[in-house]
């Protein structure tokens, strides 16, 4: 199952919520600590990867 990741945007609290992609599409997804329907998924770290040379 994916596991998404969401930053509140009142609270700044991040949490990760895993379901189905049938969930996720209609998930009403809610800060756990506010209660805040202002979230923002967070994209996966795998998207942002960066290649340092040292
Ligand atoms: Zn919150």
Known sequence: MPT???ACKDC????????TL????????A????????VEQ???AFFAVTSKKS
Request: charged share 35%; proline share 3%; glycine share 4%.
């Open 12 to 19: 700044r609290k991040t949490f990760t919520l895993t379901m």
């Open 31 to 38: 800060c756990p600590k506010c209660k805040s329907k202002k």
């Open 42 to 44: 967070q994209f996966a």
């Open 22 to 29: 049938g969930e996720h599409e209609k998930a009403r997804v």
């Open 4 to 6: 998404y990741e969401y």
